[in-house]
């Protein structure tokens, strides 16, 4: 066999060579590979690209539940939420997908001042929000990027009654080296940014102008955001855009890039498929549409390809689809969310990114996801004790990371309960967060019933 010498991040020959050399596989073959998962071990390209290809139903069972297996031993039965905030649709690029390319008429336009932010957040905080992603469009009002970091600030500043944002994640467009620096020192949690397309033809197609358009400038965001000492990261592949075997391949190659030249992966993954925008037909119609079947697929994968890493979900998807994929993975998602900047003061559908596929409410979210035995959670514990980056790294890995996550998750929750649920929820959660302390060992429910009883004297933000 010819061998391939890589070039770069993405190496487009290896990842079809692996795919055609995996289309001979075997039952013995896939269930060796879920044992290695199951273990912790994490997948290389090969045995992710053999699972790409596993049609048989018995055996694609064996999978969902081996990555089931895997978020239990890593995460447990939590699910962290969040919101996202947009503060502006703003865009100079022509992405041909997105409701926010710059040549789309359709969208009216709008940055919010630093007053209709701190309205925003307060509405988020009355709902009992903790963690926010700050969300916008690629280009700035006047001031620049110093509107990015006057955002955070207030975001961190617009507290309400016990309410209060403790992390602000941000999604924004990719930075240069002293930008980076510029915003780790705002004190922000995880910064996020998808490649979008790994698929380089595919990526100039969808690509028309704007500074998004240099794909390795946005490939090396998260070279530079570490380097300039962010060590939280997140990733991700907007699905649709091409063929989701090439894609999750392909992100795994940026994954191991990064923990070769890092020694850290990404924090989170985000898996979003491509959803109806206003003004792209594109958006519609998917040139590479994923299935729901393949769409749990691509989850399960990446949970035994690296177990070490937070599966984020967004109200893309329905409600259905969020519960299904829950065990198979994912170990966040975004809840009562507006994806256009003011959306949670008032509903503006024709400034939105993109259609949403779960509308509930935060509330509603959080029952339904105490119903299925999920324990919510609003935890932002590890952020503020520096358990990030390698630290966190070698925390969950292991599978360690929960015996931390666990009492923490039970903690916030039940604030969440005393200070926003509505009754209905409040007996959901009581009756969750009691099965959740029978589940624990002596010492770690101790630990909890210490941090509860805190909560019932009135004090609030109690974490270990």
């Not at 090969?46 to 031993?73: H, Y």
């Not at 926010?100 to 359709?106: E, G, K, M, Y």
């Not at 102008?209 to 997140?234: N, T, Y």
């Not at 666990?406 to 039940?414: C, I, L, S």
């Amino acid at each position: 066999m010819v061998e391939i010498k890589r070039k770069g991040i993405i190496e487009e020959d290896q990842i079809y060579e692996t795919l055609k050399r995996a289309r001979s596989h075997d039952s013995s073959m896939v269930r060796d590979i879920l044992a290695k998962g199951r273990a912790l071990e994490g997948l290389d390209e090969q045995d992710i690209a053999v699972l790409t290809g596993v049609s048989d139903p018995n055996l694609l069972a064996e999978m969902f539940d081996a990555a089931r297996n895997v978020k239990d031993l890593v995460y447990g039965n939590r699910l962290v939420l969040f919101a996202p905030l947009y503060i502006s649709n703003l865009c100079g690029n022509e992405c041909v997908y997105c409701a926010f390319r710059v040549r789309n008429t359709d969208v009216k336009r709008r940055a919010l001042d630093q007053e209709e932010i701190a309205d925003e957040v307060r509405h988020l905080v009355s709902q009992g929000h903790k963690r926010i992603l700050l969300v916008a469009g690629e280009a700035y009002p006047r001031e620049g990027f110093s509107y990015i970091l006057r955002s955070i600030d207030t975001i961190y500043d617009s507290a309400r009654g016990h309410g209060e944002i403790r992390r602000a994640n941000v999604n924004i467009a990719p930075l240069t080296s002293g930008e980076f620096k510029l915003l780790r020192e705002a004190r922000i949690g995880t910064y996020q940014l998808f490649q979008e397309t790994y698929h380089q033809e595919t990526y100039r197609q969808v690509h028309v102008s704007g500074r998004k358009m240099d794909f390795d400038w946005r490939i090396s965001a998260m070279d530079r955001a570490v380097e300039a000492g962010i060590d939280d990261v997140g990733i991700g592949v907007l699905f649709g855009l091409f063929d989701w075997r090439f894609e999750i391949l392909a992100l795994l190659q940026h994954i191991r890039h990064l923990e070769r030249k890092h020694g850290i992966g990404p924090h989170t993954i985000s898996v979003p498929r491509l959803e109806p925008a206003v003004g792209s037909d594109i958006a519609s119609q998917p040139p590479h549409p994923v299935s729901d079947l393949d769409f749990r697929r691509i989850v399960a994968i990446l949970r035994l390809a690296v177990p070490y890493t937070g599966i984020i979900m967004s109200t893309r998807e329905s409600a259905d689809m969020r519960r299904e994929t829950f065990a198979l993975g994912v170990s966040q998602i975004s809840a009562g969310s507006r994806t256009n900047p003011g959306g949670y003061g008032a509903e503006r559908p024709d400034e939105a990114q993109f259609s949403l596929g779960d509308h509930r409410s935060l509330d509603d979210v959080v029952r339904d996801v105490a119903s299925l035995g999920y324990v919510p959670s609003f935890c932002t514990a590890c952020y503020r004790l520096g358990r990030t980056g390698g630290d966190f790294m070698d925390l969950a890995k292991p599978g360690l990371i929960k015996t931390h996550c666990q009492p923490n998750a039970v903690a916030t929750f039940q604030e969440f309960l005393l200070d926003y649920g509505s009754p209905r929820t409040r007996e959901v959660g009581r009756e969750t967060i009691a099965r959740a302390m029978e589940e624990m060992d002596g010492g770690t429910r101790r630990k909890t019933e210490r941090m509860l009883g805190r909560l019932r004297e009135g004090r609030r933000d109690v974490y270990c």
